[in-house]
């Protein structure tokens, strides 16, 4: 009987060669990119850190005109703190299942910055002028209430914190300075704003920032690395295996079987073809669910008595399918869940880095908690979402 055409053949549920080749590709590059990505930021964000240590002038260091970077205890010229960042949110309340919750959102933003001084380790008073831009690492620890449905959260930069402020070291007034010879005519150290940059004071250690954002991508990189290593050897093991390794044979003595099963949907057949192969010295048998028309054929080969040969790619340890192409296929259902898993992955990625972000990196601060518009409002505004 004349041989049947296997040029485009693929198994029940599985993709032709070429979109099986492209969605394993695309696939795994995803996957290869995104922990590629996630150890690149980790990098970065250590680096950062290791820079923000570094950039902090030691106790021993000379102060001198320029970029500064210092660290020291504040002092304030008056009662009031020497920064005050308000955020003014209002709340609204929701109800389900689980009863009650309220969502504060940020409706405005505010700062209050006046001079204040760095008392160094050295005994020098450095006088901060921070200008209405300045950024403020710490927590937002005050909460007053403005009325039903709003709340004011605050965080303030007050007396003996200990703060590192970056900025534009030059000299000027400054009534505390310790002025000696001709230093006195110069003026004292004045720590400014410097050109194009926002200052920043900080009342946790510089680097925490970096730290908390390294960890987390570090923890990523190797969860997608792990992904990888699963859709690779597990998911697409065979695909690889027989695009490696795999050559062409014939199979032959085939014999067509339908086998019926009950399923929730109802009572479903499956056609199988069982045949045989060569791998050297080895004889191969195998039994693989084919789609109908090859059941056919090699049914009515069986039936005029025709031994009908069948195109199979036998792969290393002996792996062997039914392959009409050199491409291999690859199962729908295994992209989907690469396809699935990655998307998943990605989205988790995505929560666990915002996670990391403090209310000082977000344009608007969101902060939702358990109970309703009358309940004391959470303190704790880090966990708030950005939008």
Known sequence: MPPLDLSDYSAPGAMPGFPSLVAVVLTSLVLAGLAIYARTMARRQRYRAWVAERTIAKPDDPLTVGYAVLSGTVELEGEEP????????QGVETKNKHGWSTTWSETQRSVDARPFYLALATGERVR???DPDVMLVDDLDVVERRGADRIVRAA???????????????????????HTGYRQAEGGFLLVPAPGERMMVSAEPLADRYVRRATAHRTFSLVFAVAFAVATGLLYGTFHLHAVTGRAAQGERATASEHFYNTKNGRRVAYKVAYTARDGDRTIHEDEEVTYPLYVYVRDAQTIGAEPRIPVSVAWGGNTRIAGSRTPTVAIWRVGVVVG?????AFIYWLRISSTLRWYDKPRVVHAQKG???????????????E
């Not at 898993?341 to 992955?345: A, E, M, P, R």
């Open 82 to 89: 020497a920064i005050t960042v308000s955020i003014e949110q």
């Open 156 to 178: 303030k930069l007050t007396a003996g914190e200990h703060a590192t402020v970056s900025g534009q070291l030059t000299r000027g007034f400054n009534p505390r300075a310790q």
């Open 372 to 386: 309703r518009l009358a309940d004391e409002p959470a303190l704790d505004a880090t966990l708030g979402g950005a």
């Open 341 to 345: 898993g990655t998307f998943l992955l």
């Open 128 to 130: 901060v002028e921070p």
